[in-house]
């Protein structure tokens, strides 16, 4: 069982210097150019978004109320856990009409991987399994992971990778379940 641990990430600057973002997991790891990357930013000002070219991005508002996104010269609210997706070689900005935001952010390289991002309410009833394809990030609330006889507690932001035996997740709040799909060839 793979467990990321969000106090373990270290955050690094954006690309344009406006910010910071702690990277959860890419592939190649740590490479400029990845195929995928999972990365939760501190947004605590307006300002432009780094561009990444030939990439899709999904993101959502995890922690604070608001945030307006604009993409190529078109506003989007976006309210907490409400993905959003958007191309990379887009113009985007943002706005922070209500205060500081933690924003969960999955990119994928166009043509290569296609990304998805649910957000799932738990239950301490029915385990939600994390397929090999599979990201689980706890959002917010109380959860145990189990797999092949091991269990362990996820805490605020922490992430387990789909593995085999299959992670199944347990408890109450919400869970961030990102998949990324090899673009067939």
Known sequence: ?????????RPVPWRNGGGTTREVASF?????D???RISIANVTAAGDFSTFPGVDRILTVIEGELMVVTVDG???????YRPFRFSGDSVTSCALPVGDTKDLNVMARQGVVKGFLSIVELSKKRTQPVFNDQFALLLKGNAVVTAGGEEAKLGPLDTVRGDDPVPEVLGRGFLAVITLEAVPT
């Open 1 to 9: 069982m793979h467990i990321i641990r969000y106090d373990a990430l």
């Open 28 to 32: 190649p790891a740590g490479a400029v």
């Open 34 to 36: 990845f195929d995928w």
């Open 74 to 80: 078109t506003e989007h609210a976006m309210e907490q």
